[in-house]
């Protein structure tokens, strides 16, 4: 079992910006991508963004231009840069790491963009 550790979350202002970190355990190796996903009351679980080991990242279309994922593999650490939040960006977001053919979840980070 790979425990991930969610933080920074919270509530801002259309327009404003928050980073969202990640933590899964530092001594595990083989972890392949690591990645965001979001669900909003009423919607399914979406993608945010993911990136893999060598960097290469992907986005829905929602959020290209406005949020960044990156990685620090020696930490074991995947962060997601939101810039130009909108209201439609409110969700609990939640950490995915895949690895040795398992997927894994944190436990959620609520996201609150409202004026």
């Known amino acids: 079992q790979v425990q991930l550790v969610e933080s920074g979350g919270g509530s801002v202002q259309p327009g404003g910006s928050l980073r969202l970190s990640c933590d899964a355990p530092?001594?595990?190796?083989?972890?392949?991508?690591m990645g965001w996903y979001r669900q909003a009351p009423g919607k399914q679980r979406e993608l945010v963004a993911a990136?893999?080991?060598?960097?290469?990242?992907n986005y829905a279309d929602a959020v290209k231009g406005r949020f960044t994922v990156s990685r620090d593999n020696t930490k074991n650490t995947v962060y997601l840069q939101m810039n130009s939040l909108k209201p439609e960006d409110t969700a609990l977001y939640y950490c995915?790491?895949?690895?040795?053919?398992?997927?894994?979840w944190g436990q959620g980070t609520q996201v609150t963009v409202s004026s």
């Open positions: 530092k001594a595990i190796s083989s972890i392949n991508v």
């Open positions: 995915n790491v895949k690895r040795l053919g398992l997927t894994y």
């Open positions: 990136v893999s080991t060598d960097g290469s990242a």
